[in-house]
Structure formats: C-alpha cells, structure tokens
C-alpha cells in the first residue's frame, strides 16, 4: 500500500528565509505525488503536482519541488518565506488503483515570524 | 469559472441522525471526490463517483454513502450519526482522468453533538 510521511508536523521560519518542508513516500509503483496547501477555515488548494518527466516541478506561489526517486522524496520548498504563506501543507500520493483516491500525510504547519 | 462550491458550511446535529451533504463540482467535471478531515486521523478518502458511479471506495463503514447525479453534483450521506463523524468534510472535483488533478471546495464543518 501507498503511504506518505511528513517529517515535521510544525516549521517555524523568518519571513525572507528559506522554507523546506518534507515529504517521503511509499510506493511499489511510480507514484503521482501532489502538495496541497491548507488556510484557516479554507479546503485545499493544489500547490504542484508530479506525474512524470520533469524532476524539478514548479507550482504556483513561488514554491517547487523536487521528486527524488533514490530517496522517496519529494521534499517542497520556497527559496524566500512571506507571511502570506502561513498555512497548513500536505503532501499526498494516488494510491496502487489510481483514479483520485489521494493518501495524504498528517501535515506540516507553517509559521512564518517578521 | 465557478469553483467547487459545498453546503451547508456549518451543520449541527445530534447523536444518531442522520445528514446529508451536497458538492457542486465545476462545470464540465465529471468526477466528485469525498475526504473526511479530523484532527486525530487526518484527511482520509471516503469515495469517488465518476458518471453516477461509484469508482473508488475508502475503508469507512457503511453508514457513509453517497451517490452522484447526472449533472455531476453528489451528495454524501451519514446515518447514525456518532460523536465521532464530527468533522471537517471536503469534496473535490476533476475531469476524472486517472491521477488527475482536484480542485477542491471549502468544506462542511459536521458537529456531532
């Protein structure tokens, strides 16, 4: 079975400094992996998304990710954090089936200080 | 165009009701995608339906039903409620192609009291 692991269920930055989220992944076939973005009170917003190809995967905001198949990975990250981009994030993978059954990690909340 | 649009938002309900939810996916999407979202287990899949059927079903007892209409609004149903149904329940729409992208709505807020 697919799962998905979120290292880190709270990150703290400065605003203007690096922001790295983790995500490692589970999957005994190539995954489809996809980064949500979650604000107070608000559903889901699609951050970026890997299907196949290209590695490095751009998505909107400013942030990008990047699949590494020797590592599971598919760490997300944004060179400069802005106070805007305080929210909760998810990483989820389509489980062995497809279609859109998502299998979404725990989360990692974002804090972002002046 | 329109986004996925979900009511009620707020819902209060007693021990063994029952509640209905409703998702309007956007137009021209055929599939309609159900989450449960709790502080304690996460964002868990319920179902999928995709042309008035069920596609994609998650590990949740059968006091979770759902069914989706020709136009592609869906529905989801909870009988019996429990203490623990309360929840934060999100729909998603796509075009329904495999893996692809979902667009979700704001949510239900089900309190269960």
């Known amino acids: 079975a697919q799962s998905v692991t979120q290292l880190g269920s709270h990150v703290s930055v400065s605003e203007g400094a690096l922001v790295l989220l983790r995500c490692n992944y589970s999957?005994?076939?190539?995954?489809?992996l996809f980064w949500y973005v979650q604000y107070p009170n608000q559903g889901l917003q699609l951050l970026l998304k890997y299907t196949t190809g290209a590695t490095l995967v751009k998505g909107i905001n400013g942030f990008e990710a990047e699949f590494k198949k020797s590592e599971t990975s598919f760490h997300l990250t944004k060179p400069s954090a802005h106070m805007s981009d305080a929210a909760e994030y998810f990483c989820a993978v389509i489980s062995g089936g497809g279609y859109n059954k998502l299998i979404f990690g725990a989360g990692t909340r974002l804090a972002v200080h002046p | 165009k329109a986004g996925v649009t979900q009511t009620p938002r707020y819902l209060i309900k007693t021990r063994g009701q029952q509640v209905t939810l409703s998702c309007s996916p956007i137009?021209?999407?055929?599939?309609v995608s159900w989450y449960q979202q709790t502080p304690g287990q996460g964002l868990q899949f319920l179902f999928e339906?995709?042309?008035?059927?069920?596609?994609n079903k998650g590990n949740f007892p059968g006091r979770f039903s759902g069914r989706q209409f020709s136009n592609s609004r869906s529905e989801m149903n909870v009988s019996t409620l429990e203490l623990g149904d309360s929840a934060l329940y999100l729909c998603a729409s796509s075009l329904g192609q495999e893996n692809g992208e979902q667009y979700f709505g704001p949510g239900t807020r089900l309190t269960v009291t």
């Open positions: 339906y995709f042309s008035e059927t069920q596609r």
């Open positions: 999957s005994s076939v190539p995954p489809y």
């Open positions: 137009s021209g999407h055929r599939s």
